[in-house]
Every structure is written in C-alpha cells, then in structure tokens.
C-alpha cells in the first residue's frame, strides 16, 4: 500500500503536514476528514523507500480460492460487479486483499473494466486471471468465467498442498534423522572417546571408525552456518537464470519416485490451465504464452514455447510435444485428437482430471515407500553408533572377567 504526502489545516486552521498510507487518494482524504484535517493537497510519493517490500505481496493461493468463490457466488446472486467487490473488500481477512479491493472498487466506480483495474495489481491478480476476466467481459459472461476461475484455483491449491504434503514429510523424516545423528555423533560419542582412551586394548574397527567420524563433525560444526547460506545464494541463483532452473528442474524429474510425482503434478497444472483459458474464449496463442509462464517447471515451460513458435508457423500445437520424455504418448494423441476436431478445451479438462487423480495415487504411494526405507536407514545408522561404543565394552567386560 503506498504512502501519500498530504498538506493541509485541522480544525483551528493551524497548517499541518505529514504522511499516511492508503489504497487510494479517496481514502487518505477519508481518513483526513475524520482527523478534522482539510488536505489541500494530497500526493503519492515516489521512490524505494515508500514501496512495500515485495516478500510481503506474495500471492496467498488461500485468499486467492476464497476471494473468487465469493465473488462467484456473489455474481450468481444477481449483485452487481461493484457492489461485490465492495462487499468483500470489506470482510477480507488481509489487509493486501481489502486494500486492492477498495482500490479496483474505486476504478470500477470511475469507469474502469475489471480487466484493466485488476492488472494494476499483478502481485494479487495475475495475467491468467486477467485474460480470462477479459475474455468475460467482452463474451458477457463474467460470471461464468469467474466461476471457472475459482473451480480452477480450487483444483490447483489442492493439487498443490497434496503435492507439498507428500514432499515435506519424508524431508522433516530426513531432517530430524540428521539432525539425530549429528547430535550423536558430536556429543554423545566424544564421552565415550575419552573413557576408551584410557584402556590399552586396540579398539575394534567400527569404534575406531565412528570415534573418527565424531571428531570430524564436532570439530567441523561451524561449517553447518556457511554451507547454509552458499545453499541459499544457490537456491537463488538458480531461480534467478533461466538454464540453470531448467536443469534443476530436469534434474528433480529425473529422480526416482518423487520425478514422477512431479511430472504428473507439472502436466496437470498444464492441461488444467490450457483447459480453463480454452473454454474462456482466451486467444490460443495468448493462452500458450500464459501457460507458458504458470506452468512452473522450466523443462515444460521450454517445450510449451516450441509448440507456441510452431503455432505462430502455422503449424500443429502437438508437433514439439510428441516424442518428448515428459510427455506421455496419451497426452499428445489426446491433444492431436483436441486439435482436429476443435475440442482442446475438453481434451485438456480430461487430462487434467485424469492426471490430478494419478498425483493423488501417487504421493500415496510415495509416502508408503519413502517412509519405511528413512526408518530402517535410521536404524541402521543408530545401530552402528550404539554397536560402536557396546561392543569394545563387552570385550573389556569378558577381559575383566
């Protein structure tokens, strides 16, 4: 929300001056009016240092599924676009939602589309949903498009969290498992280090190994703090340059068990998105630079913009998909079918459905497999170390005996 410079008198007419912040112009006169303070002039103000920090605009996909299932419904009720709005800008839980709301409510008000109104606000109100309100408008059917819209976001926020859920268990599994280890490692085995020190015995191999092992990591601990961030600094630097996201994204579908969770999840959100701008009477080649930018994987992303090159040849949509790894033969004669007969909407609508299910098998099974083989390496791990410190002990138990 920017901040704004206004100058003016209160009620005893003494000038006052300062900043507030506000969605609009309107609404820092509004808050003025209720100070007793008549703004004589009110402006936005320039700069980095009055911008919001952009971490705090991500989108919450949440908000996002809340926000178009109520206007949705709102719409279908028969009230007007702007009165919607007004409505849930009032009763949004965020701050950022209400803010915008009021702020497209104002614009609405004065005479601007949705569409244009909403792309002011790209961080809440991305290009698909703009293009397809777009669309709405000039086809006269808004409220069909909105509720498309929701069903949409409603399917990817699902797809989403089943996605994340099945991920983020085995990853915490991992974590604590390592962290487990560690702790083992660099304080619990140095105090036997110096107990077995004091015997003559040669120790045998797996406690001279896991002593070793011990000393390492409880000398070398400070290393965990700058490992961290060069993960970090890498994490960005991939995101930041095109190639290298391309080959982590090859990279993770590459990978046993979780690269076909990713895989599905990646064309589903495809064919979803493909189906949704169709049937919304989206231009086709404006469709596939949207999808192009939504899809969230690089190595997708790349054979959407060959098949977007081909189109503008004249070309098959179809053509650059068939005989790529990441395409099933299924989905490409599914699209080729789509193409011929002029239903791609309805092709992608049963693509998405079938491969959203698939993701939902999935990640069941992933989390049946992934979770017995951490344990058992876990237990083969604390084995070692307890196996490590017992066994020179029993042989010094049978010496004294």
Not at 32 to 48: F, P, S
Request: aromatic share 10%; glycine share 6%; charged share 20%.
């Amino acid at each position: 929300m920017p901040f704004y410079h206004y100058y003016g008198r209160d009620a005893y007419g003494v000038p006052v001056e300062g900043k507030m912040r506000g969605a609009t112009e309107k609404e820092v006169r509004g808050k003025l009016e209720k100070k007793a303070v008549h703004a004589k002039e009110v402006k936005q103000l320039e700069g980095w240092l009055y911008q919001d920090v952009p971490v705090l605009q991500r989108q919450n996909p949440k908000e996002m599924v809340l926000f178009l299932r109520q206007l949705a419904t709102l719409l279908q009720a028969g009230i007007t676009l702007v009165e919607s709005i007004k409505l849930l800008a009032g009763q949004m839980q965020s701050r950022q939602w209400r803010d915008t709301l009021a702020a497209v409510e104002e614009d609405i008000r004065g005479g601007t589309a949705f569409s244009a109104a909403a792309e002011k606000h790209r961080n809440l109100f991305p290009p698909l949903m703009t293009n397809m309100i777009k669309a709405g408008e000039a086809g006269g059917d808004l409220d069909e498009v909105i509720e498309r819209l929701a069903v949409y976001y409603e399917k990817q926020y699902r797809l989403r969290q089943k996605v994340l859920s099945s991920l983020s268990y085995p990853l915490i599994l991992a974590g604590a498992s390592m962290a487990v280890v560690i702790f083992l490692l660099a304080v619990v085995v140095p105090t036997f280090a110096d107990m077995f020190a004091g015997f003559q015995a040669e120790l045998p191999w797996i406690t001279r190994f896991v002593l070793t092992l011990g000393n390492v990591v409880s000398s070398l601990w400070w290393l965990l703090f700058p490992l961290a961030a060069a993960g970090i600094a890498a994490a960005a630097l991939i995101r930041s340059r095109r190639e290298y996201l391309y080959w982590w994204h090859y990279v993770l579908l590459r990978t046993p068990i979780v690269g076909g969770v990713l895989q599905k999840a990646a064309i589903a959100r495809m064919s979803r998105t493909w189906s949704s701008l169709f049937a919304s009477s989206v231009p086709v080649l404006q469709a596939v630079s949207i999808v192009e930018r939504v899809v969230g994987n690089e190595v997708l992303a790349t054979v959407i913009r060959d098949s977007r090159k081909s189109l503008e040849k004249g070309e098959s949509l179809a053509d650059p998909m068939n005989g790529h790894w990441i395409f099933p033969p299924m989905v490409t004669q599914m699209v080729t079918v789509g193409e011929k007969t002029g239903s791609l909407d309805q092709m992608f609508d049963k693509i998405a459905d079938f491969y959203e299910e698939e993701v939902d098998q999935a990640t069941d099974r992933m989390k049946s497999m992934m979770e017995p083989v951490l344990i058992s390496v876990l237990a083969v791990v604390v084995g070692v170390i307890v196996a490590s410190v017992a066994v020179p002990m029993f042989e010094i138990f049978d010496t004294i005996e």
